[in-house]
């Protein structure tokens, strides 16, 4: 079933036109991808679903109702999380509170302690730090803190804009197989990457975005071997 | 020696005024970027609406004070709705002039409603009346309004470092967009922000109207640069800075005039020297905003 489908969406910045009318769906319990070039559209897709940017033309349904006009706030209720692209955390709150916020919009305290004690089981490093200022934490532990921070929504849909960017390999391997955890329980994912490789090795399905348009769509395995996928985005050249 | 101690207890009185009015400021200035220009005159306002509360209408003054403080702080969030909201994504500057623009049409305003007339500021419980200490005289005033200051700024902390509320204001503080990403209704903590700011305004402008007793439509203006110098001398955005660089500045002017009686005239130039000499040599102030991103 699909749980988010994205109808001929188009957004102009200005006189600029960022998405030229895509379509895409994201079924229940999948981990999709976008991948594609700079400047290709990837992250207005995501601020766009998230309603932080104003659309011009096409349709957002989620779980069968249109969402396409909907304030970020509404979007959040409606458990469509977004980690934001460079980590975002707030610097001057602490690690805890940094998680807390992220559980903005929930009443049930019980229940938001519970999840505070399953981020830290994902990520020890989050609760030997939970007094720290999130500002002096390093780019992993940030990027860790924003993924925990968005699960405190406990999303249906968690949405992630370039987690690896500017991490070091082996946490970039980390965060890859925190993504996988995630969907494995339950939580259907949406990740937008310039790291295709890695993206497509966990993805179920994914999509190529290119100046505005998608130009390919398979499975992630399909397109980790097509050929045109290679030579663009995977920097392997033919035999 | 007397002396002495009634010019402390005057300084405290003025610093402790200071300091109520600076945090509007420096809250302001945490979320929005924003020099607040009309801060002053949200501080002239609730005195007129304390004037005609007590004074006009005979409300008892326990009474009055609740009705003016509600005035004021929905007279800083219609400001903060009107005159800022809309412009909230523009460049900063054009924030700062449409500050101004606010504060020259509460000050006119006032001038057209209320005239230009000077008019007594009406006098409140006992805080006029003098006690004596040790041989030393000083009105209530000068121990209520230290107390009082010290009591909503322990509050305001509680408020700001302990609650939901509070988490959200320190979010929206540094980004607004992400700050949206978590539910955050970013509107509404504005709008408290500017609520609490005037509030304690309020507060203020009262025990002044005790102090110095006279009511004109331009008396914001002084205080107001003199508590917007308090806040950037504690560093801006702080508002434990701005608590501090309210009680210096109220020190410094009275201590330097009982030191030196000569230099009375120049009374209030010594906040506008202050704030040369802090912008020189330590723009960020006292307690400058902690930097601790890590790129």
Known sequence: MSLLEVKNLQVHYGGIEALKGISFEVNEGEIVTLIGANGAGKSTTLRSICGLVQKSGGEIVYQGKPITNLATQKTVEQGIVLVPEGRRVFPNLTVLENLKIGAYLRKDDAGIQEDIKHVYGFFPRLEERHWQMAGTLSGGEQQMLAVGRALMARPKLIMMDEPSLGLAPLVVRDIFSIITRINSEGVTVLLIEQNANAALRIAHRGYVLETGNIAMSNTGHALLNDDRVRQAYLGKSEK | ?295
């Open chain 2, 1 to 295: 020696m007397a002396l002495f101690w009634q010019n402390v207890a005057n300084g405290l009185t003025v610093g402790s005024l200071y300091a109520l009015v600076a945090i509007g400021y420096t809250m302001v200035y945490g979320i929005l970027r924003l020099i607040n220009f009309a801060h002053g005159d949200i501080f002239m306002m609730a005195m007129y609406f304390a004037f005609f509360a007590i004074s006009i209408f005979y409300i008892p003054w326990y009474i009055a004070i609740i009705l003016v403080l509600v005035a004021t702080m929905l007279l800083g969030m219609l400001i903060e709705k009107t005159a800022y909201a809309p412009i909230r994504n523009a460049p900063r500057i054009s924030l700062l002039i449409s500050s101004i623009g606010v504060s020259y049409l509460l000050e006119n305003l006032a001038t057209v409603l209320f005239t230009g007339v000077p008019r007594q500021f009406p006098s409140i419980g006992s805080l006029q009346n003098s006690l004596v200490i040790g041989g030393v005289t000083i009105q209530q005033l000068a121990i209520y309004t230290p107390v009082v200051m010290l009591i909503l700024v322990a509050l305001l902390l509680t408020l700001i470092n302990k609650t939901k509320t509070g988490m959200a204001m320190r979010a929206v503080s540094k980004d607004f967009e992400t700050a949206k990403l978590m539910g955050v209704n970013i509107n509404r903590t504005i709008s408290s922000t500017f609520a609490i700011g005037s509030m304690l305004a309020a507060v203020g402008a009262i025990m002044w109207g005790q102090k110095y007793p006279q009511i004109q439509p331009y008396i914001g203006v002084m205080p107001g640069l003199k508590c917007f110098i308090a806040a950037v001398i504690g560093g801006i955005g702080n508002i434990k800075g701005a608590v501090v660089g309210g009680l210096l500045l109220g020190m410094l002017e009275i201590m330097i005039v009982y030191a030196q009686p000569g230099l009375s005239g120049y009374k209030d130039a010594f906040a506008f020297v202050a704030l040369i000499l802090v912008l020189l040599i330590r723009p960020t102030g006292l307690f400058g905003e902690k930097v601790t991103d890590k790129v």
